[in-house]
């Protein structure tokens, strides 16, 4: 197992698992989500399952209401049109809904995120005499993170994915600090959260500066510290996640199953 699928001691639920059903809960009370492919997929789609049956799922290939039985491979995947309320244009997607402020939440991943919570999915150096590591690219996350009502990021905690500072800014979180995001005429609030497989991470009111707000069950300060690339703040209290409950882990390694074939 990787340290990230390792067992969080006698738990019986791994930190991803923790990870998973934490970003899963953020989605409660939401109406609408545009959702990222990956971790925010299956957080997304997880939410569906468990703490928000009616929250449509929408993605950026046009499909709005989708309810994949499976966790879609890509934005492309059939799956996600056959089950879907509606498939939209991109463009109506974009221009209609998404900068129409019609959606909510938006969730995405990152391959590196600062601490004001601003991303790279485009390039990251690789160190000398290496050539530049190519990423996915943007994608729509510029204007997810510009229009949605807020953004819920999730991602695995470690320095090299948080940065000081970013090899590339693909999209922007909350800039160099308060009032960027005005200044520029952006929207939405931008990032509220990042859910990470050691804790939860939230903007600073005053700095928009991330702080570590919650840790997951058997996680220290001292890890998540560590893990950080910048000197990482914590609340004046830091709660502690609630554990997955056996219902949501049924739910997620259902998800993960569903669609394999078996051994």
């Known amino acids: ?20 059903v934490n970003a899963a809960r953020a989605l409660a009370g939401a109406r609408t989500c545009f959702v990222g492919i990956g971790l925010p997929s299956t957080a997304a789609n997880l939410a569906r399952h468990t703490v928000n049956p ?17 966790l879609p491979l890509s934005i492309g995947d059939g799956e996600l049109a056959e089950t879907a309320d509606a498939v939209v244009p991109v463009p109506e997607m974009f221009n209609y809904w998404l900068q129409g402020g019609r959606i909510d939440v938006g969730f995405l991943g990152a391959a590196q995120v ?42 695995r905690h470690s320095t090299r994915n948080f940065v000081r500072k970013l090899d590339f800014v693909t999209t922007l979180g909350h800039g160099s600090g308060p009032g960027d995001r005005k200044e520029l005429g952006m929207p939405g609030a931008g990032p509220v959260a990042v859910i990470t497989d050691l804790g939860v991470l939230r903007p600073d009111p005053a700095t928009a500066e991330l702080v570590l707000t919650e840790l997951h069950p058997g996680v220290t300060v001292g890890q998540a ?4 690339g910048w000197e990482l703040r914590t609340a004046g209290t830091v709660g502690v996640t609630e554990p997955p409950t056996p219902a949501e882990l049924a739910a ?12």
């Open 54 to 70: 009616g929250l449509v799922l929408i993605y950026e290939s046009g499909t709005i209401g989708s309810k994949p039985t499976r």
């Open 1 to 20: 197992m990787t340290t990230t699928e390792e067992s969080t001691g006698s738990t019986g639920f791994t930190r991803d698992e923790l990870m998973e």
């Open 252 to 263: 997620l390694r259902a998800l993960k199953s569903a669609g394999k074939d078996p051994v």
């Open 114 to 155: 600062d601490r004001f919570a601003n991303i790279n999915t485009t390039v990251v150096d690789r160190g000398p005499d290496k050539p530049e590591g190519r990423l996915p690219g943007a994608g729509g996350a510029p204007e997810i993170a510009s229009n949605c009502g807020k953004v819920l990021m999730v991602l």
């Open 225 to 228: 510290r560590a893990a950080t």
